[in-house]
């Protein structure tokens, strides 16, 4: 079973590639029995969604 910086570094990987299934399964299962790696999650999806919301100036 996965620890919680595991579980972490296998949220931020998600967000730039496909994980393999039983990374998948192992990640579902940690966030499953862990609300401190569920709150971390809905943290990131949170910034991602408020950071698409604004444009990227240029220098």
Do not use: W, Y
């Not at 620890?3 to 967000?15: D, F, G, H, I, Y």
């Amino acid at each position: 079973m996965l620890n919680c910086k595991q579980a972490t570094e296998l949220m931020s990987q998600r967000l730039d590639r496909d994980l393999s299934i039983p990374q998948k399964l192992s990640l579902r299962l940690h966030l499953m029995m862990c609300v401190g790696c569920r709150n971390f999650g809905r943290q990131m999806d949170f910034l991602r969604q408020v950071s698409r919301k604004f444009p990227l100036r240029e220098a």
